[in-house]
């Protein structure tokens, strides 16, 4: 059977009735079927706000108004990360809004089996190619409450510095990932294509609600040029979902890897000639979208960080907050940033913002001297480097 894929352009004015036409459309009820449990899952690349870098508030919003129209209930909502540490919790919550878009329903996040006691292991029954590399012998361990239950995801459009593009399927692999996600880095394609598999496996249903109200091109997840485009896209196909986005951004599908990859081993659609895409006429949409270049880190600065100074990658993980929180976020994403608090999506972001998670709180509101500090900091770990490396200590 073709996948079917939908696609509208939306507005603020129209976006919590336009996600449930698109979702129907799409066909998720029958994706989901009869299963008792539903659980959404959000993404959050960054805790703080960024345009098209982690699930919007109105996108949590409008699945589960379409949801409580149709008379579904929700099990439970989780948040997944993209980057190591990303996910943020409650204030990774609160600045995206999410939490107040759930609040609007009664809901609240949860812990998403971050107790050991609730996850239980999981021994895959497909084929994995690269995903025993990442975790040894190729099992993992997952949260209990996920086996069995059907999913929502809910990505956003945008490119990405490690696989072209970050979509349904990266969304899919996120919430599996965990902390593995540095080790897994040089072959990202075949892992992704991996716990997409086991998703299938793991689940009664999988369904993709994707936004492009805001989409992000260059070396996301994090280090994104914003644009406003308007458009939202759904389907249970994740590979035909992320194609379809794939071609908007204009770029050809099949020539991104894990797209390629998932498409034949039978995982999804990933040729545009063979979904059925309803809605929007997608046809001479193009984004003129550049991808990912190599000018910008993107979130990983453990290996960078170790080379430089000597230390244990793991002092990455402090690097790259310090980078981004510090540097990138209040220097180069501010301006972008403040151009999209103007626009019309912007200024619907704020309803969802509660006191204490104002932009104005999260940008510039970084101390100069704290930035000042982890630069000194980086500093002397790289000339205490260079040294070693003089006097010839390896």
Known sequence: MRPKVAVLKTSPETVMEDYGRLMRMAGYEESLGDSARICLQADISWDLWYPACSTTPWQLEGVLKALADDGRAVDSIVSAGDCPGSAGGGR???????AAAAGKYGLSFSRGGDDPAERVRHEPGVELRALADVFGDGGLSIPGTLMGSSL?????LKTHALTMTSGAVRSAAAGLLDGHCPAAQGSMHEVLVDLLAIRQELHAGLFAVMDGTFCGDGPGPRALMPYEKDYIIAGSDLVAVDAVAARMMGFD?????????????????GEIAGIDVEGADIREVDFHFQGPSGAQPHGGLGRP????????????KLATRAYFDYFWYPWVGWPRLSRMAETKWGQMLQGYLPEGAGLESQGPGKSPLI??????????GAFRRVMSLARGEG
């Open 92 to 98: 990774g919550l609160m600045n995206n809004g999410l």
């Open 152 to 156: 929502i995801l809910m990505p956003t």
């Open 253 to 269: 599908p099949m020539g991104i890897g894990y797209i390629r990859m998932a498409h034949e081993r039978g995982l999804g659609c």
């Open 305 to 316: 960080f170790k080379k430089l100074t000597g230390m244990p990658p793991a002092g990455g």
């Open 371 to 380: 930035a000042a500090a982890a630069a000194a900091l980086l500093g002397m």
